[in-house]
């Protein structure tokens, strides 16, 4: 099995494995095959597909366990990658893990992590009540789940029954009264709630005007059940319209992005450790960057997106500035904050590009949104004098972005782009970039990203 | 040739506004910013001391709409303000409504327009207490909206509505927010990319290379407010109107890298390029200034703020003097006849 094209074919975005060669990658390089979580642009499906295997193979060769620091590394990329997934694809690959009754102690673990320990947790009961139920029960098992229930309806519970509680499901809890209450509701014990949206379906039987809120599918299963003649009509006006347009929202985002953000929106100090975390993660470049970075007034966006871009812009070189040997930054735009400049001025990219050449850098990256003003085209007239002269420095842009699906047409500056939302942090921009300058040395990169910082 | 200079002196009670030149005393150009089909020729500095007009965003709440075509609006900032010229407002379950005239506005005072107009034909309901941020109407509608002024009828810019939905291919009929619904996404883009230099206090603005508005704010503060709803909802219509007439976007001058010879003669052909450009709008500024006010009206006379109604050659609009300085003008082409 040649594992090179294949990663290279993944990291471009544009291939699936099969079974027989996500079953032949597991058992011939169990490292790397985990490693494949860290690549950029896999599809949620693969994600969801290694890590089922992860926790369903938990032998090397037979009778030979997988070793505690592999497991532990494992760990790390499942932590980093499940957030990120659709819920609906990680809830369908631990039902798949549930059909093929796979039931060790590590995946009942990872069941009971993501679903209560999970921010969502309250809207993913009245969602998906009926998958929650069916992985609650097989990651306790029948008789551990009538004892919680059992338990948890207790009004003063002694400790004896709270320790019990807490071995088992509140250990993962976020919000011990959310869980009880989610607890007693996937398994029909629950009469009413403080929590809004279980006691909008619990209420919703009898009134179904007390679901407002609440998503349409969730409406109708309602109504079919106990409001059959509500026109369907109804239920849409009734329905919350929110669109999810990112699996992490802004209030939960714990990302270096999400704090920079955060920073711009409040003024609050910035915890410095979230630069040092994220820097933790990248391995060291032996290289001399420049950096141009767009602090235009378009890089602070409106609404939800707000300071989005420059956040990412801001964050990428903070970190990359600490992990590669000589770096060196032009804004365009921009307050005169050297830090964390606020949005403002025009894009006027063509001429920092001709400034920056001559300095002689390894590579240029690029961080801009891509709105070109002065004038459009500008970039790509001067990257063509470059290419004329003979002039062979690499050229990247990074395009910040709020989702993976925004559309960047006509944004595109240079030949080689990369969009980076900086949700999972910035290494699959490192990693992108590294695999564009040396395509060849693809597996060993993606190695390198679980020595975790250890070259210098 | 029609000579028409003693008529602007006549009307405008002792104002001896002459050309666009009076009304640009005080504005330099800066570089244009170019995207598609539109450009923006910025302006800054005023004839107007600055923090004399509170931002109309920040201070301008659209308290009530009384009737079809009434709108109350109050100015909550504890400085005299200017309401931008065809300012609206675009509100869910109820009926959008937008001004045919501007208007000065006393700090803390309410004030009723009885003259706007509708721009949702089929939608119940009045606005309360819009949201803030307000629109400012599309640029092909603007000289015909400012010819309704004084006219109480609320349904009087339907079918100018109408045809410009039809000219953007959306449905014919008198709802403006037709091109939100349809077109979000580009004018944001319109936005990102025509963005306000720091200091800016107004802008040119020009559609392949011919001007089609004249927006000049007081100052700084005030234009930020003003930027984003002229350029989303005024001016950025006209380049979805050339994409839909499939009109070539005007290019201008771009940078030739033929037969180049060293880094440096690079930096020293954009150099020139940067100089050839900035020539060009100067040329243009220049144009501008000579062409003559044919006619001024008084509308509004506030202390020694005074609102007028103006003329210029192909463009109508609105100004605001204070102490017979422009503080604010919003003109725009006339539409062709």
Same mark, same amino acid.
């Given at each position: 099995m040649n594992k090179a094209p294949i990663i290279y074919r993944l990291l471009n975005g544009d291939a699936q494995l099969s079974d027989e060669q996500h079953d032949a990658f597991l058992s011939k390089d169990r490292q790397l095959y985990a490693a494949l979580l860290r690549l950029p642009n896999l599809s949620a499906e693969t994600a969801m597909a290694i890590i089922q295997r992860l926790l369903a193979v938990t032998e090397m060769a037979p009778g030979q366990a997988v070793p505690e620091s592999l497991r532990l590394q494992e760990d790390r990329l499942i932590v980093e990658t499940l957030p990120h997934l659709p819920v609906d694809t990680v809830l369908a690959g631990f039902l798949k893990l549930v059909e093929r009754r796979v039931n060790n102690q590590r995946t009942s673990g990872w069941v009971r992590a993501y679903i209560f320990g999970a921010p969502q947790l309250e809207s993913w009961a009245v969602s998906h009540r009926r998958d929650l139920r069916i992985l609650v029960r097989h990651a306790l098992g029948n008789p551990v789940t009538l004892t919680c229930l059992h338990k948890f309806v207790i009004e003063n519970p002694d400790a004896k029954t709270t320790a019990y509680l807490q071995r088992y499901v509140l250990r993962y809890a976020k919000n011990a009264a959310l869980v009880r209450d989610v607890f007693l509701f996937l398994f029909g014990k629950l009469k009413q709630s403080q929590f809004s949206l279980l006691n909008a379906y619990l209420t919703a039987r009898q009134d179904i005007q007390a679901g407002k809120g609440l998503h349409f599918k969730v409406l109708q299963g309602i109504a079919g059940t106990f409001h059959a003649k509500i026109s369907q009509r109804r239920l849409r006006r009734l329905a919350s319209r929110d669109k999810v347009k990112r699996e992490v929202s802004d209030e939960i985002d714990e990302s270096l992005v999400g704090s920079i953000r955060h920073y711009y929106r409040s003024g609050e100090q910035l915890n410095a450790q979230a630069i040092e975390q994220e820097m933790a993660r990248l391995p060291y470049w032996d290289a001399f960057v420049y950096f141009i970075i767009d602090a235009s007034a378009s890089m602070r966006g409106f609404g939800t997106r707000e300071y989005n871009s420059i956040a990412i812009a801001t964050g990428i070189l903070k970190v990359f500035q600490k992990r590669i040997r000589q770096t060196a930054h032009a804004w365009v &735009? &921009?307050? !005169? !904050?050297?830090n964390f400049p606020q949005p403002m001025g025009t894009t006027s990219i063509a001429p920092a590009l001709i400034e920056v050449v001559q +300095?002689?850098?390894d590579v240029i990256i690029l961080i801009s949104d891509g709105y070109e003003n002065i004038e459009q085209g500008d970039t790509a007239a001067v990257f063509a004098g470059l290419e004329q002269l003979g002039i062979q420095i690499p050229i990247v842009q990074i395009i910040p972005a709020f989702t993976e699906r925004d559309r960047i047409e006509n944004r595109q500056l240079l030949p080689t782009c990369f969009l980076e939302t900086g949700q999972r942090g910035f290494l699959s921009t490192w990693l992108r970039i590294r695999a564009h300058l040396a395509p060849d040395s693809l597996e060993a990169l993606l190695r390198e990203t679980l020595s975790e910082g250890s070259q210098q | 040739m029609k000579l028409n200079v003693w008529k602007s002196l006549k009307k405008t009670n002792g104002a001896t506004l002459t050309s666009l030149a009076d009304l640009l005393q005080g504005r330099e150009a800066g570089t244009a910013v170019r995207w598609g089909h539109l450009e923006m020729i910025p302006l800054f500095g005023s004839a107007c001391a600055a923090g004399s007009f509170a931002p109309p965003q920040k201070s301008l709440r659209l #308290? +009530?709409? #009384?009737?079809?075509g009434e709108m109350i609006l109050e100015n909550k900032g504890n400085l005299p303000t200017i309401v931008p010229l065809h300012l609206g407002y675009f509100q869910n379950a109820a009926q959008n409504h937008a001004m045919c005239v501007s208007a000065l506005l006393a700090a803390g005072k309410s004030k009723q327009f009885k003259d706007a107009c509708c721009i949702q034909a089929a939608q119940g309901g009045y606005i309360e207490e819009a949201d803030e941020r307000f629109i400012i109407l599309p640029q092909p509608l603007r000289d015909k909206a400012l010819a309704l002024r004084g006219k109480e009828d609320y349904s009087k810019l339907w079918k100018d509505i109408a045809a410009f939905n039809r000219r953007l291919n959306l449905k014919n009929r008198g709802h403006l927010d037709e091109l939100k619904r349809a077109h979000q996404p580009e004018l944001l883009r319109t936005v990102y990319h025509l963005e306000p230099a720091p200091g800016q206090t107004g802008a040119v603005f020009l559609c392949n290379n011919t001007v089609v508005g004249i927006e000049l704010a007081p100052d700084t503060a005030f234009w930020n407010d003003l930027h984003t709803p002229l350029v989303m909802y005024c001016y950025a219509p006209l380049g979805l109107i050339n994409d839909v007439e499939g009109t070539t976007p005007w290019t201008g001058e771009t940078l030739v890298v033929e037969k180049l010879n060293s880094l440096d003669d690079l930096q020293s052909r954009w150099s020139t390029l940067v100089a050839r450009r900035q020539e060009r709008v100067n040329q243009w500024m220049d144009k501008l200034q000579a062409l003559p006010i044919l006619s001024s009206q008084v509308e509004q006379q506030q202390g020694q703020n005074q609102l007028l109604t103006i003329e210029i050659e192909d463009f109508v609009g609105q100004m605001v003097l204070q102490d017979q300085k422009p503080a604010y003008v919003s003109l725009s082409r006339k539409s062709p006849r």
């Open positions: &735009g &921009g307050s !005169d !904050d050297e +300095q002689k850098p | #308290t +009530q709409v #009384t009737n079809y």
